[in-house]
């Protein structure tokens, strides 16, 4: 049974920071690739970040890309995601996500993607 299991979120003032953990048991971590999704009140989720089975290479919306770093561990079975600068725009409920599919394209739909958590929450004060 695979399971991503998302930690890490919370409250902040606007400019702060966070750092998001998934941590992904039942599946061979390192031949998904990994993304982060994030979804407001509201609104459709949208993909954030995605990185590659060994984290050679990372892909980033541009809201987020000069403010962000996605990475993983694969001993661990983990994917992270460290935001900086945080906005009130950026408040949403983030999801990891795993992908996997053997090509070398990547893919920013959420349909794409096989497994998901459950989410965490970020909420970020003006």
């Known amino acids: 049974q695979v399971q991503l299991v998302e930690s890490g979120g919370g409250l902040v003032q606007t400019g702060g920071s966070l750092r998001l953990s998934c941590e992904a048991s039942?599946?061979?971590?390192?031949?998904?690739?990994m993304a982060w999704f994030r979804q407001a009140p509201g609104k459709e989720r949208e993909f954030v970040a995605l990185i590659s089975r060994f984290g050679s290479s990372a892909y980033y919306t541009d809201s987020v890309k000069s403010r962000s770093t996605i990475s993983r561990d694969n001993a661990k079975n983990t994917v992270y995601l460290q935001m900086n600068s945080l906005k009130p725009d950026d408040t949403a409920v983030y999801y990891c996500?795993?992908?996997?599919?053997?090509?070398?394209?990547?893919?920013?739909?959420?349909?794409?993607?096989?497994?998901w958590g459950q989410g965490t929450q970020v909420s970020v004060s003006s």
């Open positions: 039942g599946l061979t971590f390192s031949t998904y690739r």
């Open positions: 996500a795993a992908d996997s599919r053997r090509g070398a394209d990547i893919s920013t739909k959420a349909a794409t993607y096989d497994y």
